[in-house]
């Protein structure tokens, strides 16, 4: 099986820890991992402003540069959604564009979906967890809302608990209700988008957790930032990331450390 990592511009910019760690969990489970250099934006910026023949001139680049690969795996739950929900009406039923579409939609997945749902990764039976691992300080889960359009919404804590974490996972109350960043909307209403995180962080700080797990780097960013401007010791890291540190992939950060940047109200 041949399989793309799709960087996602987000994640390029402001979490190269996490793609790190997406390469290293997969090749802990044997799977080897491809770069495509020539992949860009996948368009989610350009659909969200309402420019459609830009975004699917971009989703026509995606299908070309992933074409060669069976699967197509990224860490972000909400450009892997644009590609998945987005694109096929992008283009007209039918047309080869469509049918390209479709097929890379057939074949881009989440992590955390490409290990449970495509390599059938029994959680409990990965290697144990190193003891400076994440599951040293207790986390809690934050899903981004991009995620319900993969129907995963809600699934990442229950395979960290069952991979690696255990009990150190607890649950984040009223999870459903968004962080704030919400990609453009960050930006177009920074009022609400701060208050909003600052009321995430708020559920974050009453489960006692020191670790947050977002499965998108606009959330991670966004929340951040926030912490940050708040002085708030709290470490903001993707699921890959998780795993990475459990199995001793990679060592544990520190509170705040330089994975995530806040491109948005967080950091004003």
């Given at each position: 099986?041949?399989?793309?990592?799709?960087?996602?511009?987000?994640?390029?910019?402001?979490?190269?820890?996490?793609?790190?760690?997406?390469?290293?969990?997969?090749?802990?489970?044997?799977?080897?991992?491809?770069?495509?250099?020539?992949?860009?934006?996948?368009?989610?910026?350009?659909?969200?402003?309402?420019?459609?023949?830009?975004?699917?001139?971009?989703?026509?680049?995606?299908?070309?540069?992933?074409?060669?690969?069976?699967?197509?795996?990224?860490p972000s739950g909400s450009c892997c959604s644009v590609v998945r929900e987005k694109y096929e009406a992008l283009f007209a039923h039918g047309s080869a564009d469509h049918k390209a579409v479709v097929a890379l939609a057939g074949?881009?997945?989440?992590?955390?979906?490409?290990?449970?749902?495509?390599?059938?990764?029994?959680?409990?039976?990965?290697?144990?967890?190193?003891?400076?691992?994440?599951?040293?300080?207790?986390?809690?889960?934050?899903?981004?809302?991009?995620?319900?359009?993969?129907?995963?919404?809600?699934?990442?804590?229950?395979?960290?608990?069952?991979?690696?974490?255990?009990?150190?996972?607890?649950?984040?109350?009223?999870?459903?209700?968004?962080?704030?960043?919400?990609?453009?909307?960050?930006?177009?209403?920074?009022?609400?988008?701060?208050?909003?995180?600052?009321?995430?962080?708020?559920?974050?700080?009453?489960?006692?957790?020191?670790?947050?797990?977002?499965?998108?780097?606009?959330?991670?960013?966004?929340?951040?930032?926030?912490?940050?401007?708040?002085?708030?010791?709290?470490?903001?890291?993707?699921?890959?990331?998780?795993?990475?540190?459990?199995?001793?992939?990679?060592?544990?950060?520190?509170p705040n450390g330089g994975n995530h940047a806040a491109p948005n109200g967080g950091t004003q």
């Amino acid at each position: 099986m041949r399989v793309a990592l799709f960087t996602t511009c987000l994640a390029e910019a402001l979490a190269p820890r996490a793609l790190k760690a997406t390469v290293l969990v997969l090749e802990h489970v044997g799977v080897t991992v491809e770069l495509p250099a020539a992949q860009t934006c996948c368009g989610q910026p350009m659909l969200s402003n309402g420019l459609p023949a830009d975004a699917a001139a971009l989703a026509r680049r995606m299908c070309e540069v992933f074409a060669p690969y069976d699967a197509v795996v990224t860490p972000s739950g909400s450009c892997c959604s644009v590609v998945r929900e987005k694109y096929e009406a992008l283009f007209a039923h039918g047309s080869a564009d469509h049918k390209a579409v479709v097929a890379l939609a057939g074949k881009t997945f989440e992590l955390v979906e490409f290990l449970e749902t495509q390599l059938k990764v029994d959680p409990t039976k990965l290697a144990p967890r190193a003891a400076s691992g994440a599951s040293a300080q207790r986390l809690t889960c934050h899903d981004a809302c991009h995620l319900r359009g993969i129907h995963r919404h809600g699934a990442t804590a229950p395979f960290l608990m069952r991979a690696c974490c255990g009990d150190d996972v607890r649950e984040l109350p009223d999870m459903a209700q968004c962080c704030g960043f919400g990609g453009m909307f960050s930006t177009q209403f920074p009022e609400v988008s701060t208050a909003l995180g600052e009321e995430k962080l708020a559920h974050v700080a009453s489960t006692g957790a020191a670790t947050l797990v977002a499965s998108d780097t606009g959330c991670a960013a966004h929340l951040a930032g926030l912490a940050h401007r708040k002085g708030v010791a709290l470490r903001v890291i993707s699921p890959a990331e998780a795993l990475a540190e459990s199995l001793g992939l990679l060592e544990t950060g520190a509170p705040n450390g330089g994975n995530h940047a806040a491109p948005n109200g967080g950091t004003q």
